[in-house]
């Protein structure tokens, strides 16, 4: 589904931020790339959701490059991926009701269908009495599970989140993996960075560990070692 | 696109005009007293060309006859003037008007008066006064009388000749007034257009974040901008109809107190009869100021 091809990124004073990356996800997939700050873990997220293009080397989502695509049909290929941030990245002046409902009329889709389907996943993620609150009315974890809500609300291929965790408190932590957890179940592939030796350990599922840019251990059912 | 996302797009700048309160506020704010300078300019130019038209219309030359030129010779002049397309109005004064007004200007004057009965006879000649359309047409206005021979038995003199320094001082002093009133106009209008996009950018730029996060959600680049244009545009129109407002008190003000010291204009009057063109310019730059600086400012947060 994913594959990165001998993926390597200098920024532009020369620091080499990942060096000749290769590595394949398969569908419905749940990832967990940890690494120390600055292992190059966020630099490969924004290479997937072609936020930076690579110096060398190219990066494929079902058979395309998508570093090909020209800015203006970009939006096209972001539809079918999901995103959260450890700064959850919502929209300040939408409430969580709006900022879920963004994705879906963004992507052109019927108001009735906004209607109903935006409503389900504010309860999925349990804000259902929130759903007029704008984000500064939020805590940490329900501003999370808003931006959750908005990665999964347009059924994408794949959720990609950036240290979804970094932010919150231990119980938020768990509550956000569960979801998470649940959403790989139901079928979605999930790619997750993040610190956590807890989180990680607890998933057992595959670890792609990096370090210096480069990647040093890929286990299938892996541990958090650093 | 269809209907659904054009009534998103504008649902949403409009909302997002309304939210964003305080920055929207003074946006608009910027914008109306910047639109009020573009409309102090409006006002001034009225001014200056109302000041200017009545100066260039205290300009005449006058043409004096011999008092043996006959009324028909006169009036043949006169014809032959009129037809002339520099020409705006020729008057003509008789020999008894002349004196008429030359005892009327002296009716205090004993001594000029006694000086005149002694005299027995009409000692004034017939005059016409020639008004050009533009001041600068009275030189070949004058030259279309000198040429031709048989005027000169019947003229006296023309005044132009004694006044030729005084009418091209004057003519092209109203020149370089109308390019420096242009020129002014046209650095103002500049200057407001600048701190108009100027104030859209520093709006836009408090959305860069979430421009960024729009992109990454998967909206297309103009579902993006659009908002933001309609917002700019919202802010635009605002702007322009309180300017409109205030100028409402403000025009009737200056109409009232000032119209004698401009020699009889009434701003106010010129307010309402101008408001349609007044209105226009005013809407106008708002909106599409306000549209085309919100379109290049997004354009710039969109390359995520």
Redesign the interface.
Known sequence: MIYFDNVTKEYRDGTPALSDVTLGISPKEFVSIVGHSGAGKTTLIKML?A?EKPSQGAVFFEEVDIHTLP??S???Y??K?G?VFQDF?????KTAYENIA??M????R??DEIASDVPYILDLVDLGDKADHFPSQLSGGEQQRVAIG?AII?QPDLIVADEPTGNLDPVNTYEIIEILKKINELGTTVIITTHNKGVVDAMGKRVITMEKGKVVRDDKNGHYIL | M?F??LK?MIG?GAK?FM??GSVSFATVLVMTVTLMIVGFLIFLSAILSYTLAAIEDKVDVNIYFVTTASEPEILLVRDQLATLPEVAVVTYTSRDKALAEFRERHADDQLTLQALEELGENPLGASLAVKAKDPGQYESIVRFLSDDISNEVIIDRINYFQNKTVIDRLTSAIRATESAGAVIVALFALASATIIFATIRLAIYTAR??I??????????M??RAPFVVAGIIAGLLSAVITLVVFYPIAWYIGESASGWLGGFNLFTYYLDHFPMIFLTLVGSGVVLGGVASWFAVRKY???
């Open positions: 959701l936020q800015s203006s970009l939006h096209h972001r539809r991926i995103t990245r919502l929209i300040p002046n963004f994705a009329e963004a992507a052109g019927a108001d908005r347009n | 269809n659904t996302m998103r949403g997002s939210r964003s974040d979430e960024a996060v729009m992109r990454l959600v998967g909206a297309s680049n579902y993006i969109l390359k995520v």
